[in-house]
């Protein structure tokens, strides 16, 4: 109540309805409370919504002896005072989604216009062709192939959306857009938004018949192996690889920066798609040398990538299963983005192999968009659970506390998770020495 109070009536917005105590009502929302037409108690209820971003639901008794005291407008109204005067007024507070409008709803329910508007531009290569540099709408339409009807709205959009500029007719990237969207460019992130558009897009439309059966809605609906099932097309293969350098970049980073790698001298990557843990890790640590470990259709994939890397003489590709094989030895084992593709005994499994593998001291590192405990902030993370129901048999995101529990189980120590970028975290724990 004391936030409700501090918060002002300036910074109220209310829906107001008054009753007498009979439960007719007296007065519309708009209208004051100075001009009471009835000298019976009036019950007043209503909505209002504080500079915190709580919701109160209010409920008040007040007599015609006070309230023409309150006289004043009622945009400007002031309810503390009547609470502050009536010892019987309740008041219920809950947190809000957001303002007293349908706009957050909205927002939400509609959001897939913007998404794959955006899908779309990153599909039709709208910044790869703006980081050439400015073009106006003509001479972009006929670049990217566009029908007349649609050109104008959908790069006015794209401006909307701030992902473009416009300035004198012409079209520019956003300076983000620019660094992390143009195709050409190493910073490119657009990979994983590639595969969304190819593939996830339209597998989520079928999101309510996996809630109510639990089965997958990929590729693999009709088959056993969903890996086997994404990889038997070798343009589908790259495009996967690629999307997941595109997600784990900014993971690289941070865990290149964050583990303390002085003690180690090699880690393997199990399931290391591109390569991209091991590239930037490797090149922030020169005294280190990796391997990455994934099924023998990686292998070309992987090793194209690390040799433009050039780091093809500290790298190496190791084929196998983890399902059939053990890890590789290493001093630290990284799996990112593996876990939560699994099953809870198959991840259990997972963390039992890389104890096996790692010597005393050795250390394992899982990442994934770890769930916060609560289960109520990473909505990405919860999201992304939501992705595995669509895209696994039985894959699912955690939160650090269950990680943290199975790898206890599998014989680690000292287990912590360290936030990385965005909504990934790792999960950290250490063999005894
Ligand atoms: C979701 S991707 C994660 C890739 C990468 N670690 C990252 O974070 O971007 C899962 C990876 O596990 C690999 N994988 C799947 N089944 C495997 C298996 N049985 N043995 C080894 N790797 C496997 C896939 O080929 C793929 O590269």
């Given at each position: ?14 829906q ?11 007065l519309?929302?708009g ?9 019976a ?27 023409p ?18 010892s ?11 303002a ?5 709803i909205?927002?939400l329910?509609m ?8 899908l ?5 290569g709208?910044f790869?062709e ?39 007719d012409h ?9 992390f ?9 657009g990979g994983?938004l590639e595969m ?9 439309g ?10 997958l809605?990929?590729?693999?609906k009709?088959?056993?192996?969903f ?35 002085s ?6 990557d ?8 091991p ?14 470990f ?7 994939i992987f090793?194209e990538?690390v040799?433009q890397q ?7 590709f190791?084929?196998g299963?983890?399902f ?30 890389a ?16 769930i ?5 902030e ?7 659970s939501?992705?595995?129901l669509i ?7 955690y939160?650090g506390?269950?990680?943290q ?17 965005g909504?990934d ?9």
């Amino acid at each position: 109540m004391t936030d409700f109070l501090h918060s002002g009536p300036a910074q109220i917005t209310a829906q107001l309805g008054v009753q007498d105590a009979s439960g007719r009502s007296r007065l519309r929302a708009g209208e004051s409370l100075h001009r009471p037409r009835s000298s019976a108690q009036l019950v007043i209820v209503g909505n209002s919504r504080s500079s915190q971003n709580d919701i109160f639901s209010w409920h008040s008794v007040a007599t015609r002896r006070d309230v023409p005291g309150l006289g004043m407008p009622s945009d400007r109204f002031g309810f503390g005072t009547i609470l502050e005067r009536q010892s019987t007024t309740r008041i219920t507070r809950r947190r809000a989604m957001g303002a007293m409008t349908p706009d957050n709803i909205m927002q939400l329910g509609m959001g897939f216009w913007a998404s794959k508007a955006m899908l779309s531009a990153v599909e039709l290569g709208v910044f790869t062709e703006l980081a050439a540099g400015p073009a106006n709408l003509p001479a972009l339409q006929a670049r990217l192939k566009l029908h007349p009807r649609s050109a104008r709205d959908f790069l006015d959009t794209l401006v909307a959306l701030k992902l473009l500029e416009r300035e004198d007719d012409h079209y520019r990237n956003a300076s983000d857009t620019d660094l992390f969207l143009d195709k050409a460019k190493p910073s490119y992130v657009g990979g994983i938004l590639e595969m969304a558009n190819a593939r996830l897009y339209g597998f989520w439309g079928s999101l309510t018949e996996a809630l109510r059966t639990g089965e997958l809605q990929n590729e693999g609906k009709h088959s056993e192996d969903f890996f086997a099932a994404i990889y038997a097309e070798p343009e589908r293969l790259r495009g996967f690889l690629n999307a997941m350098s595109g997600i784990s970049a900014g993971a690289a980073q941070a865990i290149a920066a964050k583990f303390d790698w002085s003690k180690y001298t090699t880690f393997a990557d199990v399931g290391a798609a591109q390569g991209m843990v091991p590239v930037v890790v490797t090149r922030t640590h020169p005294h280190l040398k990796a391997i990455g470990f994934d099924l023998p259709a990686v292998q070309p994939i992987f090793e194209e990538f690390v040799a433009q890397q050039g780091l093809a003489d500290r790298i190496r590709f190791q084929a196998g299963s983890f399902f059939d094989d053990p890890m590789p030895n290493a001093d630290v084992i990284v799996m990112g983005h593996i876990l939560h593709d699994w099953d809870l005994s198959e991840k259990k499994m997972l963390l039992k192999k890389a104890f096996a593998a790692l010597p005393k001291g050795g250390a394992v590192i899982a990442y994934d968009a770890v769930i916060d405990d609560e289960r109520r902030e990473n909505a990405f993370g919860l999201l992304m659970s939501l992705n595995m129901l669509i895209e696994t048999p039985g894959g699912f995101d955690y939160t650090g506390a269950d990680c943290q529990a199975w790898m206890h189980d599998a014989g680690f120590v000292s287990t912590h998770v360290e936030p990385l970028l965005g909504p990934d975290s790792m999960v950290i724990g250490f063999k005894p020495e």
